[in-house]
């Protein structure tokens, strides 16, 4: 058990240590705005907390007394904790009520951290064994001692919970509404981990032995740091992240339409503004151009197939089976325009075709809507040939 424990105090130790330094190389361009100095010393102070744990895991003395290092993580972890919920502050609140509600917070905050500490040594916090501080060994002083540092940190959880929501649908900014999103995760994660640890607590006052159970509250705090961590650099990293995701998309998509642009070229070669063959490094660098020549071109070659197609023809085939109503009139459209395209090379025009018309009810001018839709299509029809 003290392995995972262990493990799990590196988890959230390192992924404090990563937001700080990939924060820290901003520090010339950000120095002087309030809202950074808040989040650089919230990440300090996070960083602090683990470490004071990690060092609490290798001994049971610090600098010579007995549990400083559980004292100085528990101090560093209110610390830490008001922190954050003056960083939540700075980033919705204007600046008048931020500073008020901020000095709010720091008195709490020392308020706090002078009962804990008055509590430790009343306990006689450095001559216990460190184990006491786990379970409070039914010590009513260090039960007290505990508990007062469980509602520490439950608090502020609940607090910016409550206010990550009306923060995020306030912002027009994408990547901070994400950076609130994820923030309220890592809250009801890290009260996930207080309401664990009070059940360990209580249940080891009473006597019951939970078993693994009890390793639940140190998975939950890595967990919740860790998301914790990504929620406050988020703003750096996000944007970058959701260009990146959108990249993928958006070549998803270009793949998933070849098959079909293919057999549309194979038919109709001159639909095609360049020739197949351009580069590669052409496609990769510029990647929403040849998205966009891919459909324009699907659409080419289906209209230049309109006399082939036949209206009379509506079986979709058993792949289509059991699908949505979109999903079998796309498998119908690939059926009809694999069957065109064999009228076309076969030079077979059938009596009731489609002659006029484009892409029946759909909107040309919704890109977005346009490459889902062929996407399916063109899906439908790679199975179908991948059928027959």
């Known amino acids: 058990m003290n392995t995972i424990r262990t ?5 959230a130790a390192l992924s404090s240590y990563a937001a700080l330094g990939y924060r820290l190389t901003q520090v010339r361009r950000s120095w002087r705005e309030s809202a950074y100095r808040a989040l650089i010393t919230t990440l300090v102070l996070q960083c602090l907390t683990f470490t004071m744990g990690a060092v609490a895991m290798a001994g049971d003395s610090f600098l010579g007394v007995g549990n400083l290092a559980i004292l100085g993580m528990h101090l560093s972890a209110v610390a830490f904790c008001v922190s954050a919920q003056i960083i939540l502050l700075r980033w919705a609140a204007a ?6 509600k901020s000095r709010y917070w720091v008195i709490t905050g020392i308020a706090l951290n002078a009962l804990l500490t008055a509590l ?8 216990r064994p460190s184990s006491d501080f786990d379970t409070g060994s039914g010590q009513p002083l260090v039960l007290v001692y505990l508990l007062a540092f469980i509602v520490s940190q439950a608090v502020p ?3 910016i919970f409550r206010q990550c929501g009306p923060y995020a649908r306030m912002t027009d900014n994408a ?4 950076a609130l999103r994820l923030l309220s995760v890592a809250a009801v994660v890290l009260f996930l981990y207080c309401t664990a640890r009070t059940v360990n607590i209580l249940t080891a006052a009473a006597g019951v032995d939970i078993g693994a159970w009890a ?5 939950f705090s ?3 740091i860790a998301v914790l961590s990504l929620s406050l650099t988020n703003s750096s990293w996000g944007p970058s992240a959701g260009r990146l995701l959108e990249w993928v998309r958006t070549y998803r998509s270009y793949r998933a339409l070849y098959p079909l642009w293919r057999d549309l070229y194979e038919s109709s070669p001159d639909i095609a503004l360049e020739p197949p063959g351009a ?17 324009v071109e699907i659409r080419d070659g289906w209209r230049e197939l309109r006399p082939y197609i036949d209206r009379t023809a509506q079986d979709t085939g058993a792949a289509a089976e059991g699908g949505s109503e979109e999903s079998r009139q796309a498998f119908t459209e690939a059926a009809q325009l694999r069957r065109a395209l064999h009228a076309k090379r076969t030079g077979t025009m059938p009596h009731d075709n489609k002659d006029a018309g484009d892409f029946d009810d759909r909107d040309p001018d919704n890109f977005s809507a346009e490459v889902a839709w062929l996407t399916k299509v063109a899906s439908a029809y790679s199975r179908l040939d991948g059928a027959s």
Request: some cysteine; overall charge negative; glycine content about 6%.
């Open 7 to 11: 493990l799990c105090f590196v988890i």
């Open 95 to 100: 600046d008048e009520d931020a500073q008020r």
């Open 120 to 127: 430790f040594f009343l306990a006689d916090g450095p001559g």
């Open 157 to 159: 959880c609940v607090t």
């Open 175 to 178: 990547s901070l509404r994400q």
């Open 215 to 219: 390793l639940a509250s140190n998975v």
């Open 222 to 224: 890595a967990t919740g």
């Open 279 to 295: 580069s590669v490094s052409a496609s990769v660098s510029d990647l929403d151009y040849r998205l966009h020549r891919r459909v």
